[in-house]
């Protein structure tokens, strides 16, 4: 049997067994920017507690250039995985949307939360239930003052909601990736869920106020901020206040997380709900934000039509509105009419180019009408703006694939599986690819 034989039978071996699947990760004070779901790489040196043991990353089953040819009449037989484009409408940010304080009480539910993380992953890697978690981050972060579904929301972000895919491990019980530096360094560990929690609130903590915690400090990096970072101990006030520090460059770090928090509170189709919306609409018929939230309802609801009717009507009261244009071209998508939906999604760029879920949701639509390249330039700009997103970069990969152009494609999707390991499309990409090597 010769190498390359063997290799192939590891493979397959591999994704039979499970082999394939590379510890996951998170993060610490200042990194590269993530979204959900996506790795993060840490750049606060300091003397982060590692507690995790001396953990090796799995070494990867595929190679970064495989040998051979590709068997081009077998690739043309192939489809390959793909994620699904962004499908959840947004509420409109208030005024004060950017001035959200760290420090607060709760507005979503801890229903509404356990709703959200359920929504987004089935089978979160955690160590207890989703609704223990909640519990926990609501009585931890009300102890110290910190709104906890926002803090949830960062948890949220940080782990790709806990589905992690890079240095930090699940059974770390670490939420926001304390003293992960990237390189493989792993970050703290904490024994249970409720000490992990407890020291992402502690570090939020440090930076929201000069308050010391009420309860014995966890947070490896906590002693850190107060030494080392005086300019920033409890000068830190909002959430977008985080940009650059938690996150490097994080230039929408702090809004991501505001915006998973609108996603939180975002209405049901229940007639409660509907009764609601009627409610706001009879008390401010002139106001774009009653229909948005109608809107909301009706999509919620699959009445598509009526969405689009309220998300129109929201338009024309604010026609400068990235979130209405959004929320409209979502409509027009679930309605099928494809091409007013991606000129939907042009208006609201051409106002705002940084909204990077309508530049995903763009070059979805573009490969579903074979314009590749145009796809390709709308999953770069994602990449701009969120360049941890495996997503964006396993759709490049695709683009490329089906303009035949393989070697392309195979480090488009190596690289997204460099990204994020636990993301399941550019695995299966390159194992569906590697089979069609010419043996």
């Not at 609501?138 to 782990?159: F, M």
């Not at 929201?314 to 026609?319: D, F, I, R």
Request: glycine share 6%; aromatic share 8%; net charge positive.
């Amino acid at each position: 049997m010769n190498k390359k034989t063997c290799f192939s039978l590891a493979v397959t071996c591999g994704l039979c067994f499970g082999i394939l699947q590379l510890p996951p990760a998170c993060a610490a004070d200042s990194r590269h920017d993530r979204s959900a779901g996506t790795t993060a790489v840490y750049t606060d040196r300091g003397d982060a507690k590692q507690s995790a043991g001396n953990l090796e990353k799995t070494t990867d089953a595929f190679p970064k250039k495989p040998s051979g040819k590709w068997d081009k009449r077998a690739m043309q037989k192939l489809t390959p995985s793909e994620p699904s484009a962004f499908r959840i409408p947004m509420l409109l940010p208030s005024e004060a949307h950017e001035q959200t304080t760290i420090l607060g009480p709760a507005a979503a539910t801890k229903e509404q939360m356990i709703r959200m993380i359920e929504k987004r992953n089935s089978k979160p890697l955690l160590n207890c239930s989703v609704k223990e978690l909640v519990q926990i981050y609501y009585e931890e972060a009300a102890r110290e003052g910190i709104r906890p579904d926002v803090a949830l929301c960062q948890a949220i972000k940080e782990t790709g909601t806990f589905q992690y895919g890079g240095d930090v491990l699940p059974e770390q019980n670490n939420y926001c990736g304390l003293g992960a530096t990237g390189n493989h360094v792993r970050g703290a560990s904490f024994s249970t869920p409720r000490l992990g929690a407890r020291a992402h609130i502690q570090h939020l903590l440090a930076y929201a106020s000069e308050r010391l915690p009420s309860t014995p400090i966890e947070d490896p990096r906590y002693q850190h901020i107060l030494k080392n970072r005086p300019e920033i101990h409890g000068r830190l006030q909002r959430w977008v206040d985080l940009n650059g520090v938690w996150a490097v460059p994080g230039t929408h770090y702090g809004q991501d997380i505001l915006q998973l928090w609108r996603e939180a509170r975002l209405p049901d189709g229940s007639d409660a709900s509907l009764q609601a919306a009627e409610k706001m609409i009879r008390e401010a018929p002139k106001d774009a934000e009653s229909y948005v939230y109608r809107g909301t309802v009706y999509y919620a609801q699959k009445n598509y039509w009526l969405a689009r009717m309220d998300f129109e009507q929201a338009l024309s009261l604010s026609e400068q509105s990235p979130t209405i244009l959004y929320d409209l071209a979502l409509s027009l998508e679930a309605l099928g009419k494809k091409e007013a939906a991606l000129e939907t999604y042009r208006r609201l760029l051409r106002l705002d180019n940084n909204f990077w879920q309508a530049s995903f949701n763009c070059g979805m639509l573009l490969i579903s009408q074979e314009k590749y390249k145009e796809a390709i330039r709308d999953f770069e700009n994602v990449l701009t703006r969120n360049p941890q997103m495996a997503d964006a970069q396993n759709e490049i990969g695709v683009a490329l694939f089906k303009m035949k152009k393989y070697n392309d494609a195979w480090d488009a999707f190596y690289r997204a599986h460099e990204i994020n390991s636990s993301n399941p499309h550019p695995k299966d990409n390159m194992a569906l690819m590697y089979r069609s090597l010419k043996k």
